[in-house]
């Protein structure tokens, strides 16, 4: 099928097929160049139709390791942002709370200045509830 590409191997496979290989020269070396042989063609033929071919080992955990590291370093850089992002909604939170708690104070203020001015008109000082309906006059 000429519209079909193979999908790439993850690292982590590539890897344990390359340490497989290891393993397989280390204890049968005949069986192992047979192996190899084959992996050679194949990856010759992959490299000749423009696909990258990872197969040493130490390049393909080299790489493993620092695709950990980037991806540490971005959880680190997510939840410093997720920090930064909550104390600034906690600061913005609590000014709102001290400017409405000044607001109603300042209400309250007000209020008792109006009082106090309103009770300071002269002639009116011991003025009482109700003191210009009672009496029986008519």
Avoid: C, Y
Avoid at 9 to 16: D, G, Q, R, T
Avoid at 113 to 125: C, I, S, T, V, W
């Amino acid at each position: 099928m000429l519209g079909e590409k193979k999908r790439k191997l993850s690292k982590h496979k590539e890897l344990e097929r390359a340490k497989k290989l290891e393993e397989v020269k280390k204890n049968d070396p005949e069986k192992a160049e047979v192996f190899a042989k084959k992996q050679s063609w194949k990856a010759a033929m992959d490299r000749a139709s423009g696909v990258k071919v990872q197969d040493d080992p130490k390049l393909l955990q080299k790489s493993i390791n620092k695709e950990k590291k980037k991806q540490q370093k971005n959880s680190e850089k997510w939840n410093d942002r997720i920090q930064t992002r909550d104390q600034l909604k906690a600061e913005k939170q609590k000014k709102r709370s001290e400017n409405i708690a000044a607001r109603i104070h300042e209400k309250k203020m007000r209020k008792i200045a109006k009082r106090e001015k309103k009770l300071m008109r002269l002639g009116f000082e011991g003025r009482k509830e109700g003191f210009m309906n009672e009496g029986g006059a008519t």
